[in-house]
Nanobody, 124 residues
């Protein structure tokens, strides 16, 4: 199983950006797939998750601004980011879990597979 994240870049406050994560040898319909981010000298932070049912969970810091979505047929996971802020600057990772439940979905330790990360920098 491999996850490949892409779409990061340098953008200005208030702008929008969409990240993508391509999966190989894995069916999204059997996994909870999520986005995490990690800023320099900070711990990896949960951003958003989408279960095999399609239900979604967001961190409070991105709720209302970010949208997680997936295309099971194309094996693609997306993170649509609007109204970006400088504090959104981080390396963004996609991850997949076969066994995450509501109480563990925000924990990096619950995830079996990780992408390599894509850098998002929000700066004026």
């Amino acid at each position: 199983v491999q996850l490949q994240a892409s779409g990061g870049g340098l953008t200005q406050p208030g702008d929008s950006l969409t990240l993508s994560c391509a999966a190989s040898e894995m069916s999204f319909s059997r996994y909870t797939v999520s986005w995490f981010r990690q800023a320099p000298e900070k711990e990896r932070e949960f951003v958003a998750s989408i279960r095999w049912t399609g239900s979604t969970i967001y961190s409070d810091s991105v709720k209302g601004r970010f949208t997680i979505a997936k295309d099971n047929a194309k094996k693609l996971l997306y993170l649509h980011m609007n109204s970006l802020k400088p504090e959104d600057t981080a390396n963004y990772y996609c991850a997949a879990s076969a066994g995450a439940i509501l109480s563990t979905v925000r924990s990096p330790g619950a995830y079996d597979y990780w992408g390599q990360g894509t850098q998002v920098t929000v700066s004026s």
